[in-house]
């Protein structure tokens, strides 16, 4: 594939951004694209309709929808009814899009946004699906990453590898989603730091009255009409410098780019509620 364009995102969480905009360098590097940055919530403006067939694949390593500040009650917020317009739009138009880390925790106001992503990290205790749920929590560790398809795309060359991130304990929408990778750490909520505590109280305590986690760290799905994967890995730079993480973000980008990834998502579309 040569001649691609990417939009990568960031915005709303920290991120060292030299380190980002490196891994992102050498990834459209080995793909023959280019790339630009926009950084939220500016970047919400790309995020339209408008826009469908300007981007090859649109790289989202933002958190948009809260405001976070430590010692502070985090605050969703929005989207309002044209920005939910615009990006269901976007994504009927068939756009594709790779989700990594913390995204997952973007838009908590709105179920259509954790509906297109697969799941949904809480920064505090909320409602999803007309549900109750309590914060997730997080643990930095060294785990291994088991490979589930190795016949998709977006596995294709990696094989079992170990990283030192973030692991996430929060929903999953598993029976909605193609499973790409796996892991066999620890994921009960004991061993795992409440983000409602951390955030709101500086208190490094374990998360309580959680349901087991999902050893899920990737995945691929549709989202309206447009394909899109889901990277758990992503905190920091030595993730985003890790060969085989490169290596899945490259496959990734290139299968949302696809038309056979195209073709699938229009064959298995996931409407997105406003």
């Known amino acids: 594939m040569s001649s691609g364009r990417l939009l990568a995102v960031t915005g709303g969480h920290r991120v060292d951004v030299d380190a980002f905009r490196t891994m992102v360098d050498a990834v459209c590097g080995e793909l023959g694209w280019v790339w630009s940055h926009a950084t939220q919530p500016a970047a919400q403006q790309w995020l339209h309709p408008r826009h469908a067939g300007v981007w090859d694949a649109i790289l989202l390593h933002d958190l948009p929808g809260l405001a976070l500040a430590r010692g502070r009650e985090p605050v969703a917020h929005g989207p309002d009814a044209a920005a939910r317009d615009a990006v269901t739009e976007l994504l009927d138009a068939g756009q594709g899009v790779v989700a990594t880390h913390h995204a997952l925790a973007g838009w908590p106001a709105w179920d259509g946004w954790a509906t297109a992503l697969g799941g949904r990290f809480l920064y505090a205790p909320g409602r999803l699906r007309g549900a109750d749920c309590p914060s997730s929590g997080y643990r930095m560790d060294t785990y ?22 973030e692991l996430y304990l929060c929903p999953v929408f598993e029976d909605e989603v193609v499973p790409l990778l796996a892991t066999a750490a620890d994921l009960s909520p004991a061993s795992m730091t409440s983000t409602y505590d951390e955030v709101r109280y500086g208190r490094t305590v374990p998360v309580t009255d959680h349901p087991p986690g999902s050893r899920l760290v990737g995945w691929a799905k549709s989202a309206g009409q447009s394909p899109l994967a889901y990277l758990l890995p992503g905190h920091g730079p030595e993730t985003m410098a890790h060969p085989a993480y490169r ?13 056979a990834a195209h073709e699938w998502a229009v064959a298995h579309p996931a409407p997105l509620e406003r």
Do not use: K, M, Q
Request: hydrophobic share 50%; aromatic share 6%.
């Open 144 to 165: 291994r990453v088991d490979v589930l398809a190795p016949d998709h795309p977006v596995c294709a060359g990696v094989g079992v590898f170990e990283v030192t991130d």
């Open 247 to 259: 290596r899945l973000l490259t496959n990734a980008l290139a299968w949302v780019a696809s038309p």
